[in-house]
């Protein structure tokens, strides 16, 4: 991850905490269908739409289509189908979200299998932008087996597992495109919370000395910062002087078999500057493709 200086001598802070993860593609697939509303007819197929919604043709986050909603009070605009998920899976709901007014929400009921909500998990407020912004929230589905639900009244035993429905709520006006509910795979990284020892040193993680990575001067500081973290003891936090700084884990072996690998990081930006989610680079002694995605960038 690095941090560019937009305008040389300005002030630069940010945060990243929490789940580096990388995971292997084939457990990342997504129950749910169409989440880029490109198919259907009258209405995207497999979501339900209410009388404030749009299925919107024009600028989208990715293809020509979208779900616009505008409502004056606070409402669920779309629904999902319900979908199956797998009894003691982490599941990450995220979508993209360009909101013009207002506020939204990204959420998804847990239900049992009478479509009763169980629980609820829902992302953090999406306002107003100047375009598309990435919403998420994770959450863990319970073993069946292993921590069998504490029944209330009227409620029946789950035996074949969970289902769930996503939703978008809103007030104002936004836009949701790319919604995506996909298993968290186990992540291999060391140190993923940035956690210090006594010393200062975050174990796992170094600054890059590689002059070449970026375009201008590398300077700055990198220190641990337990005043702002999403949670754990600390973040890490990169203070450009120069043009760029940036932070770089240990060299990680990638299992022959894989092809694809995911990164996701929690970032915080103040000041002017850019902040760069984790890249990586890949070298192979023999055989296979290895691709990777970068996220968005961060700015403030
Ligand atoms: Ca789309």
Known sequence: MYLNSIREGCILWAIATCATVASVA??????????????????????????????????????????????????????????????????????????????????????????????????????????WVYVATEFAVADIKSSPRKLQAGQSPITNGYRARVWFHLKGRAKLDDVSLTPLA??????????????????????????????????????P?????????????????????????????LAPWTECYEFSTWARCEAAGIAHPPAASFSRTSGGTTSARRAQVVSG
């Not at 998920?85 to 009921?109: P, Q």
């Not at 754990?232 to 770089?248: E, T």
């Open 26 to 131: 084939t457990n990342g697939s997504s129950p749910l269908p169409n989440g880029s509303f490109e198919i259907g007819t009258a209405e995207p197929e497999g979501w339900k739409l209410s009388s404030g919604a749009l299925w919107a043709t024009g600028p989208s986050h990715s293809g020509t289509r979208s779900v616009e909603g505008v409502t004056t009070r606070e409402e669920n605009i779309c629904e999902s189908q319900t979908v199956w998920l797998k009894a003691g899976a982490d599941y990450r709901l995220s979508g993209w979200v360009n909101c013009t007014s207002g506020s939204a929400r990204l959420g998804v009921d847990l239900l049992d299998e009478q479509e009763r909500v169980i629980s609820q998990y829902v992302s953090p407020r999406a306002a107003l932008s100047s375009g």
């Open 186 to 223: 186990t992540s291999f990284m060391g140190n993923k919370g940035f956690e210090a020892d006594q010393r200062g040193r975050i174990g796992f993680w170094s600054e890059e000395k590689d002059d070449a990575l970026l375009e201008g001067r590398r300077g700055g500081v990198i220190r």
């Open 225 to 253: 910062d337990p005043d702002n973290k999403r949670e754990g003891k600390s973040s890490v936090l990169l203070n450009p002087s120069a043009d760029w700084i940036a932070l770089s884990s240990i060299n990680y072996g």
